[in-house]
């Protein structure tokens, strides 16, 4: 483990070194006579950082650069804390103030000096133990023998493999190698997947099929790269094993009067395979120079005989930089089905042991999704299970991440999974760690890690690109490098959410607690943490004490139930370093008294506190928010708050600001007005007898005032005068136009980043609706709205829109629009749409203006009324759409789909209220998959929509769901019915837009 220890050393000193820069850039910093201290710091620092690369490099780590790079790590951490504060204290006052406190100026430089003497001590000790030989160029010709073993081990499972899931892949692959084409230059197959998945026994399948490689190639070669190689022995390799070794012996006897070099083998190798079709297969593919380096120097440019190469590696962005999309093999995980043969094979027992052991059959499902369909997890763990009888498994399973770390059994499952973490980028580990805070088989969204990431200094700013789109680029790298794997894609293809193996967050969380990185504390936890913990998460209700040093904590993560005891603050002033405090996934309720504390953290940059499905106990946000001047996110989903406070408009570092009002109540959640009343007259007579109940009540009280003891008149928020000032906003939700003032809503237009806007115009004046409107005309950022109300007519008098809009959300009732607003035409870039207005009539010309939208790919209408009885969707209309969802209640007779329509629409789903409609021209829809009716309305003539949908060629679903239907002869079930002769409806795309 010393070279995870050394990586993360290296990772760590990246923040500390910018802090210090940061610092020393300040006047404050010349004004307590530490700024030369500070320069030292980060000099020292970089030196650190230099000594540390090159240790990565070493082949041989000991005990002694472990321990160092343990200290350097520890020493970043505090640089990076006290450096911190000094910012913080540097940015809450005026300058005479910040001059006035004394003794913050002693305590603050003490601390600086301090952390310079360790500085010193630590870098002294490099020198004095010589830990580190810098010298080590010659490493990178160096093969790592050790890591050819684990591969070599990985490799000889293939018999067992065979049998179990890689018939078909070596099929597809083979047919992808196209074998058959015997002319035109060589093509480059690339197989991708994670490490463990069998990319190298599915190429070794492929290499050894004599009827369709050997017989047909004049020669072929297995080369395997890895992340470091001796380029003269591989091309001393490659002559041969392609041409022989005799050609070998011929050639290096050529050159016996020189010294052999790289180009005097590239160049035989080159000459003889230019008129010979080669097969090689290069394995273990680690860095582009690598590809650039072998395609360049060691193939023939001009071949034209049809030679063909196959390259195994982790990483889909490598893949694309080696060859087109097409030719990309992408090797999924083992079925349920077939990762359970393969354990229980491994393990010696058949399935009708299982059958007859329901505990046993319990631990094997629980071991087959751990290991995830990996084979090469099923294959370890399987072995481990075969010397143990079946009663004794459910104890293996339950140490499997334990045993990772010290069982010698699975050191190649292990060290398959850390190779890929040691070769990240220093700045990705920091990032890929931070995963662990979440528990197993989470899903975790996009933008939350990108935010949080953001907000704990973790991503680091490039000139000239917005941050999240930085944040972004390391997610997406993470996913190429199947470090992590893709759970929600949006209808664009952007994934969304990510969800991390079992396996490998096991070897994740491993190292994570090894370098005192994040702390998990759940049901399960009897020891108490050790160690100066930089994230904390509590998984669970019953957490213990923890023995860690909260002055150290940086991000606090609640999962399940509330982990401590209600009359403790959530927001306790010793986490005063704390940095994120995330409660989305919290089953608890956060209340008033928690959110009055918030802001002894002066160092928040995330904050969320919007427990799933609960409400918050709150009704005020603080006027003290305003000191949080580092806040980035803030996210208060539900709670009873109406207005916001003025002082919001200090945090001008805001990215994202989420409030929604929605009362809660225990007493007073009638609807009835009369009933709300009388529980209010009679509550004394109840409260008089019941302590436990009387409390609560009085708790609760001041947020029925706020709501007049009733529902709330709208579910949006007042925003204050000063609106203007959060100049980084990008997200903004939820809007109260009615109650805003008029000059706040004229600020919205000055917020230029603002790209996500979620309002109410409710009960607002038209005049208001039309300034709001005017104002967000400036955003020209903006590409997602979403406007709720009851009233929408003031949207048929406006002649523009945001050019930009990409995701427009319309939900009004009941009022009337003749028709649909002209500019919704002028939308070029928009890609969903949905519209919820029971006033609007849909005709013909509603339709040709949204067919003719080019990137449109959802379409969502709920509404009263469609003019046409026939609704006729045309040749060339709606190109790009691929989410087709109508619902109306009148004037619908047929739907038709002319020849060249929607030609790539993969779902519709289709309600209404009148007796019939027919639908027509299915089969003119290439890529349909699913296709849903519901509603009280029939399907005419089902019988013969049924005949185009079993004879089309893609066997789309076809759902018809509680309605009378007709003349087609078909056994209705109460909730739905599939038709069609599938068995299972066909995975639609996720129609979440990314608002990136």
């Known amino acids: 483990m010393a070279e995870t220890v050394v990586s993360m050393a290296r990772s760590m000193l990246g923040g500390a070194i910018s802090m210090a820069a940061t610092a020393a850039a300040t006047e404050m910093s010349l004004l307590l006579g530490v700024r030369k201290d500070i320069w030292f710091i980060k000099d020292e620092l970089k030196m650190m950082q230099a000594f540390l690369v090159a240790a990565e490099k070493t082949k041989n780590k000991n005990m002694l650069l472990k321990v160092w790079a343990e200290q350097v790590r520890d020493l970043a951490y505090g640089i990076e804390n006290c450096l911190d504060e000094f910012m913080v204290h540097v940015g809450s006052q005026s ?61 000889g499972n293939i018999d067992e493999a065979e049998l179990v899931g890689f018939v078909k892949p070596k099929e597809e692959l083979i047919k992808m190698v196209d074998v058959n084409s015997r002319d035109g230059l060589s093509k480059v197959i690339c197989v991708v997947g994670m490490g463990g998945l069998g990319k190298t026994t599915l190429a070794r399948k492929a290499y050894d099929s004599k009827e369709d490689i050997v017989n047909k190639f004049a020669c072929c070669a297995w080369v395997t790269v890895s992340q470091s190689f001796s380029k003269i022995e591989m091309l001393k390799e490659m ?79 490598l893949a694309a930089q080696c060859t087109s999309e097409s030719l990309i093999y992408h090797l999924k995980h083992l079925q349920i089905e077939d990762a359970t043969n393969l354990l229980l094979r491994k393990s010696g027992k058949k399935r009708e042991d299982m059958k007859n052991d329901k505990k046993m059959m319990a631990v094997v499902k629980k071991i087959v999704k751990k290991c995830g369909g990996l084979p090469l997890a099923i294959l370890t763990i399987g ?30 499952m292990r060290r398959i999974v850390t190779l890929s973490y040691n070769n990240l980028p220093s700045h990705l580990k920091s990032c890929f760690l931070y995963l662990s805070i979440f528990p197993e088989d989470f899903e975790i969204k996009r933008r939350r890690l990108v935010d949080r990431w953001i907000a704990e200094g973790l991503v680091r700013a490039r000139a000239g690109v917005n941050i999240e789109d930085v944040g972004i680029s390391y997610f997406i790298e993470l996913i190429n490098r199947s470090m992590i794997q893709p759970s929600k894609v949006s209808i664009e293809g952007h994934v969304k959410s990510c969800r991390v193996h079992d396996i490998m967050r096991d070897v994740m969380v491993s190292i994570s607690r090894e370098e005192n990185f994040v702390y998990l504390a759940g049901d399960n936890a009897t020891t108490v943490a050790e160690g100066n913990f930089r994230h904390v998460a509590y998984h669970g209700s019953k957490c213990p ?42 089953h608890f309720v956060v209340r008033q008294k928690d959110i009055n504390n918030i ?78 009343w009388c529980n209010i007259v009679c509550m004394p007579l109840v409260l008089a007898s019941d302590h436990a109940l009387r409390a609560e009540f009085f708790a609760e009280l001041p947020m029925m005032c706020t709501t007049g003891f009733g529902l709330p008149k709208s579910h949006g928020v007042k925003f204050p005068k000063g609106i203007s000032n959060l100049k980084e906003l990008q997200i903004l939700e939820y809007v109260d136009i ?26 607002a004046t ?23 109300g ?207």
């Open 790 to 996: 009851e009233d929408l007519k003031w949207l048929a008098s406006v002649h523009f829109a945001p050019p930009l809009l990409r995701n427009l959300k319309l939900y009004g009732y009941p009022a009337e629009i003749p028709e649909m607003p002209n500019w919704v035409g002028s939308l070029m870039h928009l890609v969903k749409i949905k519209f919820f207005w029971n006033g609007l009539k849909v005709e013909e010309r509603t339709m040709e203006m949204l067919g003719a939208l080019p990137n449109l790919m959802l379409l969502d209408i709920i509404v009263d009324f469609i003019v046409v009885q026939k609704l006729v969707f045309v040749a060339e209309a709606f190109p790009s759409l691929r989410i087709l969802d109508m619902q109306f209640k009148h004037g619908l007779s047929e739907v038709k789909f002319e020849e060249g329509t929607l030609p790539h629409i993969a779902e519709i789903k289709m309600g209404w209220g009148t007796p019939s409609v027919g639908i027509v021209g299915i089969k003119h829809l290439p890529k349909i998959k699913d296709i849903e009716f519901r509603g009280s309305g029939q399907v005419a003539r089902l019988g013969v929509l049924q005949g185009e949908v079993n004879s089309h060629p893609n066997r789309p679903v076809l759902r018809v769901s509680n309605q009378n239907l007709g003349d087609a002869v078909v056994q209705v079930e109460e909730s739905s019915t599939v038709l069609s002769d599938q068995a299972a409806a066909a995975g639609g795309s996720d129609s979440e837009v990314d608002l990136r």
């Open 383 to 412: 072995g481990m299970l075969g010397n143990k009888k079946a009663a004794e498994w459910e104890s293996i399973y339950t140490q499997i991440p334990s045993e990772l770390e010290s069982n010698p059994s699975l050191e190649a």
């Open 545 to 586: 004490k923890l023995g860690v040093d909260c002055s150290h904590v940086r991000s606090l993560t609640m999962f399940g139930e509330r982990s401590m005891e209600p009359s403790n603050s959530l927001f306790p002033s010793k986490l005063r370093m704390l940095r994120a405090l995330d409660l989305e996934d919290g």
């Open 95 to 155: 300058r005479s103030r910040r001059l006035l406190k004394l003794k913050d100026r002693y305590r603050i430089a003490s601390q600086i000096r301090d952390l310079k003497a360790r500085v010193e001590e630590v870098s002294n000790r490099n020198a004095r133990y010589n830990l580190i030989n810098t010298d080590t160029s010659s490493n990178i010709d160096e093969v790592n023998a050790s890591m050819e073993d684990v591969r070599s081990h990985s490799a």
């Open 239 to 317: 002559i041969s094993q392609l041409l022989g070794t005799e050609s070998l012996t011929k050639c290096l006897k050529e050159l016996e009067q020189k010294a052999v070099q790289v180009e005097h083998l590239a160049n035989y190798l080159r000459e003889k395979l230019e008129d010979k079709r080669y097969f090689i297969v290069l394995d273990d593919l680690w860095t582009i120079d690598a590809w650039n380096w072998i395609k360049f120097i060691a193939f023939p440019i001009r071949n034209n005989k049809g030679s063909r190469i196959i390259v195994t590696t982790r990483d889909v962005g």
């Open 738 to 763: 009615k109650r805003t003032s008029s000059r706040a809503i004229e600020e919205l237009g000055e917020l230029t980043q603002l790209k996500k806007l979620r309002v109410t115009t409710k009960g």
């Open 599 to 676: 802001v002894s953290l002066r160092h928040l940059k995330y904050v969320t506190l919007r427990p799933r499905y609960l409400c918050l106990n709150m009704h005020k946000l603080p006027a003290s928010i305003g000191k949080l001047q580092g806040l980035q996110s803030l996210d208060l989903g539900y709670s009873c708050i109406t207005t916001l406070p003025t002082e919001i408009g200090k945090l001008e570092g805001l990215r994202t600001l989420r409030c929604r009002n929605q009362r809660y109540s225990n007493y007073f959640d009638q609807e009835d007005g009369c009933e709300r």
């Open 766 to 788: 038209e005049e208001k609706c039309k300034l709001f409107w005017k104002a967000i005309g400036k955003l020209s950022y903006l590409y997602s709205l979403r406007v709720d």
